[in-house]
């Protein structure tokens, strides 16, 4: 691997991300030098600048590689040269690695949750899952689950078009995943019960509360993943936790992303328990 970690995060809105300490914490406790910085689109110091700009300056400057955030995840690819599988599958790209003159995009948002789920619901039954949520996140996590055995996906948003364009897309993919589109919970709930759920909405977070479907369609045998970690308990998944179902929180998806980064910009392995460990002291 190299010598030492040198990257950053380009986007919006940015400054409370935790990932740049979770980088330098695992550089620091591998005994490399190790710095992350901030690339705020939004900052005046940055005035003027492109994402390109900032591309090209890194790249120059000897970064590894940089990942990439909201709103420019899908702008990037105008920018590298390949893109890894999943990235591909994604149609997104959240980590650049600079590699010699060429820079590969990868998607660690759809290793992060495939990683977080296999690891916190083993044993989950995943014949048929309810997919809530198809925006940027969501497009990660459905093709993560359809990569991750799921047979079958329903998929809602109120966004129907970006549903129906996500199902068509997973429907297209090399994994055996059928996708439908699902509107009205209540009566899948009754007609067509899934046997996970995975919220990829931003309901629940601090300034979102509630959730995308009514919780008291919950019940114990099915399992329930929230991609939101901010708070790291939904008001989902507090709701599935009484009614005796399994839970996976999103913080899971937000380490895993970053030890899957870690590793593609040092090649060396990152210790997922020590970035978790720096993740939780925020
Ligand atoms: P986004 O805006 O791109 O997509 C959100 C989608 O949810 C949209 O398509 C929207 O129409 C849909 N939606 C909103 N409210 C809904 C509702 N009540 N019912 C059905 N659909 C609804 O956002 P995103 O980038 O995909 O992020 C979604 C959430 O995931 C955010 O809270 C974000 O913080 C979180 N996230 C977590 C991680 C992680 O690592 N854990 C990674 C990425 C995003």
Redesign the pocket.
Known sequence: GRAGLRAGLVGRGIALSRTPAMHEAEARRQGIPGSYRLFDLDDPELAGATLADIVDRAEGAGFCGLNVT?PCKIEVIAHLHALSPEARSVGAVNTVVFDGGRRIGHNT?LT??ARSFSLGLPEARRDHVLL???????V?VAHALAQSGALRLSI????VA?AERLCADIEAAPAPCRAALATEAAQLFAADRPDGIVN????G?AKLPGA?IDPGLLSAGQWVAD????PLETALLAAARVRGCAVLP?????VF?AVHAFELFTGRPACPDAMRTTFDAF
């Open positions: 909201y948002d992060g949750f809530l949520g198809a925006g940027g996140a969501g990660a809602l948003d109120t966004d970006r990829a909405t931003p309901m977070m995308a991609i939101v970690y901010f999103g913080a899971g998806m937000a992303q």
